[in-house]
Structures are given as structure tokens and as C-alpha cells.
């Protein structure tokens, strides 16, 4: 699964890919939940909707000058974000939901 977007305001563009990077997410607040859908199909029902999410992310890139595993990536500093999480489940008749699918992630 691929965020479509990264933060600009903090990271620059390209830094992560290119640099061998990545986006560390922590302290995830579900702030709201829209756009759901139900449908009914013979013994269970699929749930659809949009879950935004609010988040603090750290950006790391790869830090060439380290000797060791030690502080390979190194922090190029931290935001928080806001997150639209795209998802789907389905839910059998006994209420027990399964199959929960999170169909697109974007950073707005």
C-alpha cells in the first residue's frame, strides 16, 4: 500500500524514495469517520467508508557515513499529518466483522 503523498511542508520531494527512506507513523487519533456505505449481499453485509486519522510521523533517510547497522537512517525531523484511510469489511449475520481491506491511503 502506497501513501499517494508525503508531507511537503517537511520532507522534501524525492528525499525519502531516492535516499533510501522511509515515514515512521505514531500516535494515530481517529478524529472522523465518513462516506459509509452498506450493502446488503445474501448472508452478510459489506461496510465501505473513510476513516480520517490524525498522525505524527518521522521521516528517516539513509545515512551513508555509518559505519554499522547502528544509526543507518538518520531522523530528518518530524509533523503531524492528517490522514484519509480508505476501507472496506464485510460482516456476517452473527455480527462478527471480517475482511477489513484498507483500499487507499492519502495524506491531505
Known amino acids: 500500500m502506497k501513501v499517494r503523498q508525503t508531507p511537503r511542508k517537511l520532507f522534501k520531494e524525492g528525499d525519502l524514495v531516492l535516499k533510501d527512506g522511509f515515514i515512521n507513523i505514531n500516535n494515530l487519533h481517529w478524529s472522523e469517520c465518513k462516506h459509509i456505505e452498506v450493502e446488503i449481499v445474501s448472508d452478510y453485509a459489506i461496510v465501505s ?23 543507518k537512517h ?19 449475520k452473527n455480527g462478527i466483522p471480517e475482511n477489513l481491506e484498507i483500499t487507499d491511503i492519502t495524506a491531505l
Not at 51 to 71: H, W
Not at 74 to 90: D, K, P, R, V, W
Open 49 to 71: 467508508g473513510v476513516l480520517i486519522v490524525n498522525a505524527e510521523v518521522e521521516g528517516y533517510i539513509y545515512n551513508s557515513v555509518s559505519q554499522t547497522g547502528k544509526d
Open 74 to 92: 538518520q531522523s530528518i525531523g518530524s509533523t503531524e499529518i492528517e490522514i484519509e484511510l480508505y476501507f472496506n469489511f464485510t460482516i456476517k
